[in-house]
């Protein structure tokens, strides 16, 4: 028979399914995947409920239904000070994901070189090489993550046509810094690069920092499509509301990808999530807060079991460093074991790279209650510890 198309042939389930997989066949914490183990706010999924209910439950408009658009207008407004014209600049797609891929489709012709940051989120690479384009990788190097910016500039050429950046970045828990933001920004400008930007964990930044979104840079407006998720915003992961905002000529094009990827998304989670968008800064305040102490809690338990914990400035992520520990001569393996032999399901941070990758470090995702954590702390030591001794 004729070959399938070679970008998905062949190619691996994702690392966060397959971990998942392998978590419920040996009955471990699930500390792999990313999503919270306790659903978001009950009054948002009654509105969805009662919305479900009430109807109408037919095709809404294809762009999403006015009042998510309109409450994602003024979410901009309300934290980054963006006026955005509800009816042209903002588009409801089924969950960050769709947005990826409408944005890349709509943009990227073949040939053109995309500039990717490594670690990357998993579709990003399959994404753009299915739509003909040449990923340029760059990468930021752990433990401080930092962007090279001479590397940045050197990744940039005649034939760039856009920037994929993820901020705040999973795997990494890292929020650019401004020097890093405007060095993007001036270099988007310069060589007129349109800028996809990953924005899914904005409301998820700890210690009182508070999100940039590159949009907001000089110059940036016109070129920039800022993609963000209800899933990581209200805890519901599964389901699957993202929306991009823009400009006109960038959101129509992309609309029209969007019309033949999936044309709209359930009318009920988009009343229901119109209804999150607006809730007080107490919600989005504690919500941090709240994933802040979780931090602190597996931070502190692995660094007792001697993992070295990288900053966490952001996200559903810990990044850490096994070297030395005994756990396996690569981050697959000690993923592997840990799995098997401790009953813990994390993701080896290579599983984040489209080339060669650092094999010693583990992500573990703490969006977990209290005692989900301690149980698979108690594991790891019990796991560890008579490991450590017969070394
Ligand atoms: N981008 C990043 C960086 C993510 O971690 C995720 C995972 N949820 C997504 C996009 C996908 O978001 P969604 O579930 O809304 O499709
Ligand atoms: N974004 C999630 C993570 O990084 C996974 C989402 C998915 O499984 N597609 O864990």
Not at 173 to 182: H, R, Y
Request: with cysteine; glycine share 8%; proline share 7%.
């Amino acid at each position: 028979m004729k070959p399938t198309n070679p970008v998905f042939t062949g190619i691996e389930t994702t690392i966060f399914e397959t971990m998942s997989r392998l978590a419920m066949a040996h009955d471990a914490v699930n500390l792999g995947q990313g999503f919270p183990d306790v659903d978001g706010p009950l009054d948002i999924r009654e509105a969805a409920g009662k919305a479900l209910v009430d109807g109408p439950n037919q095709y809404p408009p294809m762009l999403g239904l006015p009042e998510l658009r309109l409450a994602v207008a003024s979410a901009n407004k309300r934290f980054y000070g963006l006026d955005i014209d509800w009816q042209s600049q903002v588009i409801v797609t089924s969950g960050a994901t769709e947005a990826l891929a409408d944005c890349i489709m709509a943009l990227v012709e073949p040939g053109d070189e995309v500039i990717l940051i490594e670690p990357l989120y998993d579709c990003y690479l399959p994404l753009v090489k299915r739509a003909g384009g040449i990923p340029v990788r760059l990468r930021v190097t752990p433990p401080s993550w930092s962007l090279d910016l001479e590397a940045l500039k050197a990744a940039f050429s005649p034939k760039t046509k856009a920037l994929l950046i993820n901020n705040p970045m999973n795997p990494a828990a890292k929020v650019f810094s401004d020097e890093e933001l405007s060095a993007i920004a001036s270099l988007c400008v310069e060589h007129d690069v349109y800028a996809i930007c990953d924005e899914v964990y904005e409301h998820l930044v700890f210690d009182g920092a508070a999100h940039r979104p590159l949009m907001t840079y000089p110059g940036m407006a016109e070129r920039s499509l800022r993609i963000g998720s209800a899933g990581k915003t209200f805890s519901l992961t599964g389901w699957k509301v993202g929306y991009i905002t823009g400009a006109p000529h960038l959101i129509d094009p992309i609309a029209k990808a969007h019309q033949y990827v999936t044309f709209t998304t359930p009318p009920n989670l988009q009343k229901a999530v119109a209804f999150g968008l607006a809730k007080g800064n107490d919600y989005y305040d504690g919500l941090a807060d709240d994933l802040a102490g979780k931090r602190d809690l597996m931070a502190k338990g692995l660094e007792a079991l001697g993992f070295k914990v990288l900053p966490c400035a952001a996200t559903y992520f810990l990044t850490c460093d096994i070297t030395g520990l005994g756990i396996g001569e690569t981050d697959v393996e000690a993923c592997q074991r840990m799995v098997e032999e401790a009953g813990v399901a994390v993701v080896p941070v290579s599983a984040f790279y489209g080339g060669e990758a650092p094999t010693n470090f583990i992500r573990f995702c703490f969006c977990k209650q209290d005692h989900v954590i301690e149980e698979a702390m108690t594991r790891l030591s019990n796991w560890i510890a008579p490991a450590a001794i017969a070394s």
